[in-house]
């Protein structure tokens, strides 16, 4: 994959599906990347779907709405329904299983399974799937350096809430070795 | 080179214009605008300003020209249907001669129409901000960094003016983040305000700040002498970014989100052999008219990408005095076009699909 990722995180309002794309963006920018991050925003997000557009690239960003993404990460049914065919040819998706039952039906694209929601309710980490999610495909895609990746944590994190650092770096580390 | 961090533009805006000195925001919340009004709540209060959440749109812009008037940087922000509401004050703030930033994180309209990202209030802008003779400046910046850099240069030249500025934005541009880097300028000098109704201790004649003149003679004179300031400004503040224009027989014109959607398409069709470029435009009034006149000597197209109906076509055109073709390619009511829709009107400009 090159080294331009046009990123789709989507979910329900809730899940961390912003704050996931916020640490994702964080990485980028550490690594001196240009980067969008782009919600959306409005009624869809009250019970309905969430979801962020992230680019992180070497040149500046023209759109930052991401239509055919080349990384998508689905953590609810509707969302993995309806973005799943805009999926670049080649790239890479990754699905919380627990969340959805069913598999990638398309074989041009690099699918990645984890049962986030359930691994983190069984490690203590609730709350965090999206951050084990993450851990995935910094794994799979390298999409900045480890150092990067903490130093994206702590920037995300509050500072008051830091102490959470720890259990982030901990989800982060359940989703790569997933 | 000053850390660069995430920022959404919403709150990137706010956080320039108290950079740039402004510590006085009076606003109502709207959508896709709320952030700016919130960072503004957490932080105008902890630094000695005023943050005052009004009870309408109007009452808050009035307010903005009350505190203007006393002299200081005074802003307010919000969305289409809210900064029609307050275009009777930005009509006395213009007739009054005192600056002051509004800024318009534009949705789609008309009505209360949507809360998704639109660019359909540049005829309202640029042509009739308010009723009566009268411009603002107004800017349309691109980036989030764009944004905090114009804050500041709105709040400069509405000074040196003395006249209202607007940023206009859209709802992606307020939503997204992306990195900025803040100027370090809060210690700055603000220009002296000899006009301003700040109090006098009898030691000058006092001041008085009005739009009210009964006789049209006065009132003529005093306009005349705004426009004369209008052709100053046309001369000298015109802002644009060319881009791939150098030998470019298409000229793509787009600003602010719409513009990122062309850059994205210019580059595409580059790649496919098409030689077109980008003309930006920074301000929206002024009207970048230089550039876009020069251009018409080689280009033999225009294209106006735009998040509405075409409302800047014409603008194009009487810049480049009509002499080649503007089309127009645009989505409305909310909707982002994409490079794809775009790379197909460029292919169009050619006689290509």
Known sequence: ?178 | MAERFLMKGNEALAEAAIQAGCKHFFGYPITPQTELAAYMSKRLPKIGGTYLQAESELAAANMVLGATSAGVRAMTSSSSPGISLKTEAISYMAGSDVPALIINVQRGGPGLGGIQPSQSDYWQATKAPGHGDLHILVFAPATVQEMVNLVGKAFDLGDKYRMPAMILADGMLGQMMEPVELPDTMEQQLPEKPWATCGHKNARKHNVINSLYLTPQALEELVVERFKRYEVIKENEQMWQEYRTEDADYVVVAFGASSRVAMSAVDTAREQGIRVGLLRPITLFPFPTKPLKKLAETAQKFLCVEMNMGQMVDDVRLAIECKRPVEFFGRTGGIIPTPAEVLNEIKKLGGTK
């Open chain 1, 1 to 178: 994959m090159s080294d331009n990722y046009n990123m789709l995180l989507a979910g329900f309002g809730g899940q961390g599906i912003l704050f996931a794309g916020k640490v994702i963006a964080y990485g980028g920018l550490m690594e001196g990347k240009e980067i969008s991050w782009l919600p959306s925003y409005g009624p869809e997000m009250r019970g309905g779907t969430a979801n962020c557009s992230i680019c992180v690239s070497d040149t500046p960003i023209g759109s930052p709405l991401v239509l055919s993404p080349n990384v998508f990460i689905a953590m609810n049914l509707p969302s993995f329904d309806k973005f799943i065919d805009s999926v670049e040819a080649g790239g890479t998706v990754i699905v919380d299983s627990f969340l959805i039952n069913k598999k990638v039906e398309r074989t041009d694209v690099k699918t990645f399974y984890v049962p986030a929601t359930q691994l983190a309710e069984e490690k203590g980490l609730k709350g965090l799937a999206n951050i084990i999610l993450i851990g995935k495909l910094f794994k799979e895609t390298g999409f900045c350096s480890w150092a990067s990746l903490e130093k994206a944590i702590a920037k995300c994190v509050p500072p008051r809430k830091q102490h959470l650092c720890a259990s982030n770096i901990q989800a982060i580390k359940l989703g790569m070795e997933y």
